[in-house]
């Protein structure tokens, strides 16, 4: 349900760890967007954290549902206006506008609806050309009563109005007619019932099979449009609204936009959209190079309505996928000044404070969230910020609450690649193997859970099925985490020719981080944490400082420190280890780094306990390092 009653009054709401866990298989009626791609715009460094996107920071795409008022000239509502009760409804479905054509994608199995088969082949044409019609008709629907379930759609409905129509016929007067007369005044009155609703039903099916034709037709590229100069007038707030990107198809949400704003180039919400679409297709398929496009397409949108929310937090989003987020922060409070309920705009504020090192501001954002914006988004984060305080109880009762809320593909993939990740990370591969089955049988194609399942694989002991699975990924998505993992699989395993191998994945590495920087991606962080044990040694130290200079958090905090040990720095570098785990994260590999910088200062028993911890925790936390922690553990306990 929308977080915000008719009347503008924030509705009361629960909070995440209040909230009961719904059956499984049920959605959620007491969170919004539930159904929305999760985007994970903030770097978190755990190897299946990426961004957007996430941000979902995808999600991207979470829809925000704040009242909008249509354009002038508009000929139905705009995509964010407010879920309302239809009147005459047994069920209390809501209408939401612009949200029917991901519903109506995601019921009928993207477009396959056979009741508008014909209907949807007759009217694609002349709905996409003026890309008005889908919002005409879902207003002539609404308009007639056709909430999900309302009486309008039933022949009782329908009946009333025919008999209204009988009652003011001259030939039907009932004082002029006899006992026949009545009984054919009957059949008459029914017939008029079943022609009303099957013109009703004929209604509603065109109008679903304009929304269906508008969201799934390939069109122009949208840098067409925005070359394209066109005074059109625009129809809708956003005639596509966010939820489409919920469809399950990236990709073709994408190419729907395209034509949808080639048709529509001042539909600001349309290009905000899109923004944040190209931020979730970097995220999910490591491609920097849609940055410029996502920064591009918001810039319109903001160009068209200036501090429109949707686009400052997309561009909200857009800088904390490139690691700014100092500017993230600021972005995601404009937006917010706008929209206090936007859920793309509280999110990216909790990813910003997060990656900030920011962990008690982060702590109540994620609160305010909960508050008025409670779903699966904000509880994802919500389980992240315990995490980082060492709760790993609340952080997986929580994310377990926020699987079962979660009904799109997009949350199941996303959210049970949390689980897994936060198994693996307590050194439970049986249970993240669990977990990254499920993510896989709702999106076989998603790279953190395919990435963590080769993880949990190495770990378990399956190197062989670790490797191929990794090949498979870094063909595709040649990121420094698989690329890294793999390389260190390769010098693990020590077949002939390995070593070769093992280097061409971390000079890959490499490449990866010259075309991130060149679309304006803040790398630093990445660069450190390869180039500490697989590349250049004062590469790693000045990638590390200049990290550090702009965030401190727990990561940077572990990645300077590492960089410090590799460069035989010791001694500056132990007050940063310990500093990475203050705040109790659980971490295998920032307990390993802090016991091998204790035991280069002559902390032994320190060394001892920290080194044992990493092993005990996550004995396969990574092949090399779990190997050389075992090892200096080992004389570290000779020496006693």
Partial sequence: MSPRTNDGEPEPTRRAFDRPAPTTGEPVTDGPDAGTPVTDPGHRVRP???????????????????????????????????????????????????????????????????????????????????????????????????????????????????????????????????????????????????????????????????????????????????????????????AVAPGLLASGDLDASITALQAHLRAQPKDFGGWATLGLAYVEQARTKGDPSRYPQADQALGRSLALRPDNDQALAGRAALAAARHDFAHALELADRALEQNPYSERALCSRIDALVELGRYADADAAVRTADERRPGVPVFTRYAYVHELRGDVATARRVLDRALAASTSPGDIAYVASQL???????????????????????????LPALEGRARAQAASGRRAEAIKGLELIVARYPLPGPLVELGELYEARGAEGDRAKAEDQYSLVDAWTA?????????????????????????????????????????????????????????????YARQATATGYRNAAFLYHRGMIEKATGHAADARTHLAAALKLNPGFSPLGAREARTALETLEASK
Wanted: net charge negative; with cysteine.
């Fill in 48 to 238: 299946a954290r990426t961004t957007g996107p996430d941000a979902g920071e995808a999600a991207a795409g979470a829809t925000d549902r704040t009242p909008t008022a249509p354009e002038p000239g508009a000929t139905g509502p705009g995509p964010d206006t407010e879920a309302v009760t239809a009147p005459g409804s047994d069920t209390g479905a809501t209408e939401t506008s612009g949200a029917v054509a991901s519903a109506a994608v995601a019921e009928s199995g993207a477009g396959t609806a056979s009741d508008a088969g014909t209907e949807a082949d007759a009217d694609t044409s002349a709905d996409t050309d003026t890309g008005t019609d889908s919002g005409t008709g879902s207003a002539a629907v609404t308009e007639s009563g056709a909430g999900a379930g309302g009486d309008a759609g039933r022949s009782g409905g329908a009946g009333s109005r025919a008999g209204d129509a009988a009652d003011d016929d001259p030939e039907h007067e009932r004082g002029e007619t006899g006992e026949a007369g009545r009984g054919d005044d009957r059949v008459a009155a029914v017939r008029r019932a079943g022609a009303a609703g099957r013109r009703w039903r004929a209604a509603q099916l065109s109008a679903c099979a304009a929304m269906l034709a508008v969201a799934l037709t390939a069109g122009a590229v949208a840098l067409g449009a925005v070359r394209d100069g066109r005074n059109v007038p625009v129809a809708t707030a956003a």
């Fill in 515 to 575: 075309i991130a920087r060149a679309n304006g991606v803040n790398a630093d962080l990445d660069t450190a944490l390869a180039a500490a044990d697989h590349g250049g040694r004062a590469t790693a130290l000045r990638a590390a400082r200049d990290d550090w200079s702009r965030r401190h958090t727990v990561h940077t905090a572990d990645a300077l420190a590492w960089a410090l040990h590799v460069n035989g720095k010791d001694a500056e570098a132990l007050p």
């Fill in 420 to 446: 897994g990740q936060l198994a693996w990370n307590q050194g439970d591969y049986a249970s993240a193997l669990t977990h990254y089955a499920r993510a896989l049988a709702a999106d076989e194609n998603y």
